[in-house]
């Protein structure tokens, strides 16, 4: 019976969890994405006013387009290109899911972020709820991924093996297979469809898995590179097995 509920309790608290992250996708969605259009038009006018005149802008005015751009850019919106790219957002659900994963999981890479009051207030509250929440959703993950551990280390008790060596070694297992399967193989699939070097790879890898998240280097955001559907979506899910294993690998 303890175990059963175990498992539900489990199940409830993985499905409120991806709920919650849903959720807050959709909020932010809603409260960002019209504000966004708007910088964005009002980037394509700007570059629109700047090719007309050119070849006869002061100095001044030269500097004051060179700040403007760099805002802009800062702000996600690249004005470069035809004007198709007013319709693709930065806050369309895919990436709002990711930036709700990046919020709650602290990794906070600073590439998006809120930029309405609306957004930023509810950013602060999300915040709040979802760390918590996601400490207990990782913790629970790593227990689940320790249990194994434990079917591991007692199936090699009973082949005779000493209980050291068997400490020793289901460590060295998931060492092993978390740094293949968190580091080395996303890696390679960053590589092929950011057009990153291997070693940015890792890099790339080690920066948000730790959740230092420096921003330097994300997922899906070159300009003009095409990306599959879910892709973001797909490095989100990544990202928390990612850290539930660094906190397995904590918990041994």
Known sequence: ??????????????????????????????????AEKQEKMAAAQMKEAFLQNFTHLTVAEMEQFMKNLTEAIQNGVYPVGNESQIEDSNWDFSNSFFFAGTVV?????????????????FCVFFALFGIPLNIVFLHRVGKMLSLLCKKLGKFLHEKGMRKKKIKFLTLLFFLATGILVFLCLPSVFFQITEGWSYSEGIYFAFITLSTIGFGDYVVGKQPGRNYFSYYRTLVAIWILFGLAWIALLFNL
Not at 9 to 32: I, N
């Open 105 to 121: 999981s602290t990794i906070g890479y600073g590439t998006l972020r809120p930029k309405t009051a609306g957004g930023q207030i």
């Open 1 to 34: 019976k303890a175990m059963c509920s175990g498992k539900l309790q489990t199940g409830l608290l993985v499905a409120g969890y991806f709920v919650y992250l849903l959720v807050g996708a959709a909020v932010f969605q809603v409260l960002e994405r019209t």
